[in-house]
């Protein structure tokens, strides 16, 4: 299955669309979901997250996991891990990346069925990558615009896609 793009101007439009996004892949998804995103410094991929936990009902705050690199929130049925890779070397040996992911705990959430992990950056893990089920790549476009495309890398991603469509809400 090929990606789905949205393009969006302004905040208020880029957070409703991960709203949207995460309240129906509440209603679709069966099991542990695992979603890379990428984009550039700035692009809003925080932000998206934030978005994505309104959607399914958080109210709290939601800061940036760069300096933690791992923020969980849990949500009744659902528990959303937002993970922050930015501050892990690019060049690091694939063993060293894997002892990195468990000194953080990333292991005890992939293992967890409710778990939905949210990867900034997550080309800096070889493991997480391969393990996609989504990525959502975000590209700004303007001042305020930016463009939405989530790919399925996986049965569950193609499964969560398959009745949405860059119209669809």
Known sequence: MPAIAWDVEGEGQFRERAQVLARHWRNHVPCRLLVGLEGPLGAGKTTWVRGMLEGL???GRVPSPTYTLLEHYELGDVTLVHIDLYRLPEDQAPA??????EAIGVNDWLDRPDAWLLV????RSQQLTARCDLLVEIEITGAAGRRISVTPHSPVGAALLTDLSPRSP
């Open 120 to 123: 900034e950056w997550p080309g």
């Open 96 to 101: 060293r990346q894997a002892l990195e992911l």
């Open 57 to 59: 009902g958080h109210r």
